[in-house]
């Protein structure tokens, strides 16, 4: 890392799927400026990236823990089969037949969770480095729910759990994606992807650092599908499109700087996670310029660090 700069910032890291990994590229280039935020705000892949690096995950850890996972993601992240199969069972028996598996889930995070919670230590929320708010969909209220780490005034529409709440199951529960990854259960509430109702939670900024409030928002792909697309196709620029619209109609909002990682699709995968890391340290250093002048830093703040990397 440069020489670190005294300036606070905020920065909130939006949700993006495997696109997210962008997110530790970000990190990096803001570590090389000198600079690290004060506080961070996240959603689904930001809240993993942001809720790592607030509980101290340095950001050369983050950078090969995403490429171990990624290479070895049939050990980390197994397809469920049986426990989506055993979902469907428990609703079409209503609840007679019951199989000990993560129920209606394509993947099985069990043991992702270890390595998250070994990571972290199971420390709770309220112990992270840097302030941290990440978002959940709350299934229970049909509300935004709020994991913070420190107490905080609930928003309009949204419900604040308990900041003993571990901090990997905030990630988990931030991250868990509609029949892919199982539901988490906080304090009574059946939690899914933060996506789902804020995939940009710029707004929470304030909560948990001054201004000036910097995003780092995720979508769109690159290209154009063929004339006949596959499924990947299909749900590639499908979500692309999703993300790019709630990602910056949201994220824009209220923010003093936004940077867009360049979008990586339709081949985006775990095979691609050092380029979409990549892609995020490109959009973040091109952004040096804006961002020196929103801190007050000196013209040639990272330069000469970078130079020596």
Do not use: K
């Amino acid at each position: 890392m440069g020489q670190e700069h005294g300036a606070s910032f905020g920065l909130t890291l939006s949700g993006g799927g495997l696109w997210g990994l962008a997110h530790v590229g970000v990190l990096r280039a803001l570590e090389e400026l000198g600079v690290r935020p004060a506080g961070i705000t996240g959603t689904s892949a930001g809240a993993l990236v942001g809720g790592l690096y607030a509980a101290g995950v340095g950001v050369d850890d983050l950078w090969n823990l995403t490429l171990d996972v990624t290479r070895h993601h049939r050990r980390y992240l197994p397809l469920n089969y049986r426990g989506f199969v055993a979902g469907a069972l428990r609703n079409l028996t209503r609840g007679r037949v019951r199989l000990r598996a993560q129920y209606g889930a394509l993947i099985s995070t069990r043991h992702f969770a270890a390595l998250l919670r070994d990571l972290t230590q199971s420390q709770p929320m309220s112990a992270t480095r840097i302030p941290l708010i990440l978002v959940a969909s709350d299934l229970s209220g049909g509300t935004r729910a709020i994991l913070a780490s420190r107490a905080v005034q609930p928003p309009p529409g949204s419900t604040v759990l308990p900041t003993s709440t571990p901090l990997y199951q905030a990630i988990l529960a931030s991250m868990a994606v509609p029949l892919v990854f199982p539901s988490v259960v906080v304090a009574g509430r059946v939690l899914m992807d933060g996506g789902l109702c804020d995939g940009a939670p710029t707004d929470l900024l304030h909560l948990v650092a001054p201004r000036p409030h910097l995003a780092v928002l995720i979508g769109g792909t690159e290209g154009q599908p063929s004339l006949e697309p596959g499924f990947e196709e299909v749900a590639t620029h499908s979500m692309g499109f999703v993300l790019r619209d709630l990602n910056r109609v949201r994220g824009e909002t209220g923010v003093d700087l936004a940077i867009y990682p360049e979008p990586l699709g339709p081949l985006a995968g775990f095979s691609r996670a050092e380029a979409l890391m990549e892609s995020g340290y490109r959009a973040a250093r091109a952004a040096w310029p804006e961002i020196r002048a929103l801190l007050g830093m000196d013209l040639s703040a990272g330069d000469s660090a970078a130079a020596q990397g």
